[in-house]
């Protein structure tokens, strides 16, 4: 997203067009699943990032609204072999209503620095999303983690950040509707 004026000058509503509202939380019941999800319809979140058992209720939740579903590829370790993401990936392409698809990558290949598997890997699930023309020959990374505070969203939109993962918890408080 090209910044066309200063994150202090936006509005709330321009804000949230910054924010993958996640709602992904192990312990959420489907209630809790429900409140966050529409939360992040209501405030017109980009996106809300769920888990694949949450897809159902984000698919009911969003339909009709400008915020849109992304879903999380093995979350939160990245831990399961490349063929079982690339079954994730297939099955949730097919549904026909993600619009985004969070690769969570092999953090301990990472760190082994063995970067050609983190890239056949992330091949691999890429090759099985544009077969569903997703991605179109383009991807973005998304900061996500520890933003919390309004004035670090901001500053993050000012150096060109495209799209954030925010806590639910956190979305009232970076678009300045709730005190940090």
Known sequence: MKVQKKASEMTPRELAAYIDQSVLKSEFTQEEIR???????DFGCATVCVNPASLDIAAELTKGTDTKICVVCDFPFGLSTTESKVLQAKAYCKRGDIFELDIVANYGWIRSGMWEEVKEEIRAVCDV?????????????????CIRSREHFLDLIDMGIDRMGIGYRSTPVVLGLKEE
Request: aromatic letters at 8%; one cysteine or more.
């Open 35 to 41: 409140k966050y999800i529409q939360e992040g319809v």
């Open 129 to 145: 999303c544009h077969a569903y023309d997703t991605a179109d020959g383009k991807a973005k990374v998304k900061g996500s983690g």
